[in-house]
């Protein structure tokens, strides 16, 4: 598989992908999509890390662009409008930002800050417009994501989204105090906590962003429709897991679903991955399926009527940016720095990350 398409750099090369994490249904059935907008994405995005503050200027320079943060959205939104796909981008980078910022607190024991900004985040998410200066560069991004992304949809989208959002912060607090105290959650609990730390509903609510229209409950909560959406996730959120195992064994982490079922199903670290991966591969054949379902719920909407057409065409697109998941999670996890381990020189610090929490030395 070629690096990505519309790569910036003038070298093309094969992206390898180590046989324990290949997926040959992925390269096979699930063409990889590109965002034409992305060279262009890139470059904001990377301007926009500098001006938040999100990562010191000689880190942007020498690891922004091959972290691929915008390769990975640009490939998940291959159709969304082009303010839609760069806020989503923004966001995404934001996100790993925070991810980041919350590892590091854990791993030199700053449980105040934690708890400091985990106060922000929820207030900046029920009043984003008096955060967007706020002193921690972390709370005004965050603040300058959700304005923007409030600006899409409709107000009922945007309670929405919040909600689901308070929830992701709760749910990474839970993480805080799981690793802290060393705590391997059950699978079923794990499964479950994933799903918020993840931000499965959050990437769901914005199918509708990108497709320019908010759902009505009867279709957004259509059961062929949740279920294609929720396999989107589950694939990513596993394969995520699959491919960080090793790293998360050597440095003493809790979350992953292979070290629960290590932990509370008594499997060897080889029975672990096996099992990851039927249940990542069962994720894409019952995408399969229920595609086409959801693909007839699509055409079923689609009665004629001027509301109908735009219903139908919005599921339709849905459904296309939830494909375009699949390739684009599975190839950004072989092509970003974020991953390549081996070549840190301290495989417990990234060295893209910034180890001093907000106002401390």
Known sequence: MPAFPYSTTTTVTATAVPPSLSLPVIEAAFPRQVH?????LQEKTRTWLLEKRLMPPEKVAEYADGLCYTDLMAGCYPSAPDDVL????DYSAWFFAWDDRHDRDIVHRRPEAWQRLRLCLHTALDSPH????????????????????YSFV??????????????????????????????????????ALRRLTFAHWIWTDLLEASAGREL???VRKHPAFRRAALLTQEFSAWYNDLCSLPKELAGDEVHNLGISLIKHEGMTLEEAIAEVRRRILKCVSDFVAV????????DDLDDGTVRGKEL??????????????????YW???ESGRYMVDSWDDRSTPPYVNNEAAGEK
């Open 332 to 334: 950004f996890h072989h």
């Open 130 to 149: 008096e955060h967007l200066r706020h002193r921690d560069p972390l709370v005004a991004a965050f603040a300058d994501c959700v304005v923007r992304m």
């Open 86 to 89: 760069q806020a989503i981008a």
């Open 216 to 218: 009505p409950d009867h």
């Open 154 to 191: 409709s107000a009922t989208w945007n309670v929405r989204f919040a909600r689901h959002f308070h929830a992701v912060i709760e749910a990474y607090d839970r993480e805080f105090h799981n690793r802290t105290e060393g705590i391997i959650p059950t699978v079923e609990d794990y499964l």
């Open 36 to 40: 034409p907008y992305w060279p262009r």
């Open 312 to 329: 139908g065409t919005a599921v339709r697109d849905c459904v296309g940016t939830m494909r375009g998941w699949f390739p684009a999670v």
């Open 291 to 298: 595609e086409r379902s959801t693909l007839r719920f699509a």
